[in-house]
């Protein structure tokens, strides 16, 4: 991946700040950082559009820690983020950042105890960070004041509008000094984001950093056309091939990632599955022992995947292919991370017949094509037999759901 030559120095940050990013084990500012930290330092509105995966937590983390006056205990800043598990990874960002600095933090999020998130705020928190929901429900009970708020983030504000955010977005703005600073970030811009911009956002400037080819650096990616009914054993042929150091298993629903998870659960150690219907505590469970590598493969729905910021992920696998092109850049965007090791990551996509408009897609959508990835030991298509005449019904054939044992020692 790119990086930027001029340090952190280069932007005028305080030596607390630059102690704590040499802690933190940064070196140089990626693409979104070098061009939105100096935007952001000045105080003026901004978009940061950028994939995934490259720095964009630090990007509004540091110029908030350089603005806010960290003598005063009221909140000055708000990060609004669309699911439970990126507003933790936020707030751990910046505690990780601020270690050198005498900074308050709260993480407000459903699902947990409501009482801690309230002593937080009672005790005092400069930063607060957490999903709408739950920001909602504290402005109601006048626990969380806004009144000296100097700076406002959107975070994935794509994904946050996607899931009905919308309306409580809005709300919480209305509830912002109209003086602030208003920054939004994510990884594509769609017509409801620009709209959300230009209606709370004054003049913004706009960085656009997302490659038209998405990844092209740190993610090969390839193409499996297969059968419906092949999937699994395609899938499996394609873990004992490339032997992953962890992956994630992406499907479309629910249901189909337990089912997913329910052919490998007591054949192969390390794996798990999540979804947004789980309860709290264990997607939190979950997502620890991923972020520790207990866990190597994760099967997962499109609502978890922005909240999975782990650097270790070396394979995605799209086992139901995403039904929007932008899904397709944030599941990929999990791996090639900005921190990961020097050895790129890889992506899937599982392509049946009738889902070529999708792969189309996708490919106008990275501007390139999606290579076939040569696949061995295994046939992803059933044979079609020959019709004796045109009257015959083809005879049917017999789907082979088992695998063998061995097929389980790619670990």
Sequence with gaps: MEVVEEGFESFG??????????????????????????LALTGKDGIGQARTGTGKTAAFVIPIMERIDLDAPETQALVLTPTRELSQQVSDEARRLAVHHEVTTACLVGGKPLGPQLQQLERGAQIVIGTPGRVIDLLQRRALILKDLLIVVMDEADRMLDIGFRPDIERILRSCPTERQTLLLSATLPPPVERLAQKYMNNP??????????????????????????????????????????????????????????????????????????????????????????????????VMGRGIDVSGISHIINYDVPEDCDDYVHRVGRTGRLSSTEAKGVAFTFICRDEGEQLTSIEKRINRMLDAYPLKGVEPHAPRPKKKNVKDTPDAVPIDHSIDEDAWTFV
Excluded: C, N, W
């Excluded at 704590?20 to 979104?32: E, N, V, W």
């Design 205 to 302: 400037t706009r960085i656009d950093m997302s490659s038209q080819t998405v990844g092209q650096d740190t993610i090969d990616q390839y193409v499996i056309s297969v059968d419906p009914e092949r999937k699994l054993r395609v899938l499996v042929q394609l873990l004992i091939q490339e032997k992953p150091q962890q992956a994630i298993v992406f499907t479309r629903t629910r249901r189909g990632a337990e089912d997913v998870f329910r052919h490998f659960d007591g054949r192969l150690p390390g794996v798990a599955y999540i979804h947004g219907e789980l309860q709290q505590r264990h997607r939190d469970r979950v997502m620890k022992q991923f972020r520790e590598g207990r866990i190597r493969l994760l099967v997962a729905t499109d």
């Design 13 to 38: 940050l305080s030596d607390e700040t630059l102690e704590g990013l040499k802690r933190a084990g940064f070196k140089h500012p990626s693409p979104i950082q070098a061009a939105f930290i100096p």
